[in-house]
């Protein structure tokens, strides 16, 4: 495909992309993988401008949603660079560079510590002595720490308050209060006293409007983050044959449509999808007879798996922050702890 120069829209077509539907492999990762292929064989070149999400759905046949979800994980590996108002455009060097991998750029910021430090007559072993004590000094500002996160279905609350301390690598200091969203707007006494005892709220972009005019002045920090689905779940279910009859199982409907809308942003079109989200037995045994797979939401798999036969796939559906999420989580907690 030839270059079309810097700040330019590249002439992508459906024919150059092939993408397969029948693949099992889901529309946006296929779309993630023929620009990150192109990218790497110099057919698009830094400063590069893609054609915009909507352009590119009408392009390739493909849901704006599907376009969108390439283009963040691109934006997120550092291949592209998304601009407010003048579009997406191929990473330059410098711009790669400060997206890259996580070490790599830990290393180059120590290099230029290094050489700052030598530069005002520190020695190396000085320099680490006090580079040890500033860590030790931030861990400490994260001890007893408590975030509040407020969701809107009880799957994703609880997960994200399992999972944080993994995610995030912050330490055992690090304490999550998950709180439905209904709850807080049910019994505003029990909100009162919820943020009593946290550093911030934190809440998905879904909600962060509707979380911000509920606390008012409260003087609470709230941030908003962002949730993507895990790659091998999306992978798992666009593997399924064409005309499986997939039962989905969770907690609330909440969660429910917010799988579907998932599956539809990733192309995922081509299963019977029921839902239920009874915790009786025996209804819950009633519907899994008969289906060909099963997604469940976190903490229902053990419950599907007893009632399934083993030649059952029982696939975890699960949502995680997003890299760049966590990023900013990470310092509004050390900023908070600083100024306290």
Known sequence: MP?????????LTREEFHLDRSEGVPLYLQLKRRLEHLV??????????????????????LSRNTVSLAYRQLEAEGLITCRQGSGSYVARGEEAWRSGG????????????????????FDLDEFLSLAQARARERKEHLRRVRIAFVECNREQVD?????????????PGIAVLPILLDEWKAQPEVMARDLAGVEMVVTTFFHLQEVRAMLGNSGKQILGIGLDPDL????????LPRGRKVGLVCISQAFAD????SLAAAGIDHIQLLTTTTRDAGELAAFLSGMGAVIVSPG???????LLPKRVEVIEFVYRPDAGSLNLLRTALLDARRTA
Not at 159 to 171: N, P, V
Not at 300 to 306: K, L, S, T
Request: proline share 4%; glycine share 12%; hydrophobic share 35%.
């Open 300 to 306: 229902r798999r053990r419950e599907v798996e007893r």
């Open 232 to 239: 091998s779940s999306i992978v798992r279910v666009a593997r």
């Open 159 to 171: 997960y994200f308050a399992r999972q944080i301390h993994r995610e995030m690598h912050l330490g």
């Open 40 to 61: 790497r064989t110099g057919s698009l070149a830094p400063g590069d401008r893609l054609p915009t999400e909507r352009e590119m759905a009408r392009r390739l046949g």
């Open 258 to 261: 917010t799988v579907r809308a």
């Open 102 to 121: 996580r070490r790599d750029r830990l290393a180059r910021l120590i290099d230029v510590c290094l050489e700052e430090a030598v530069n005002l007559g």
């Open 3 to 11: 270059g079309g120069g810097p700040g330019t829209v590249k002439g």
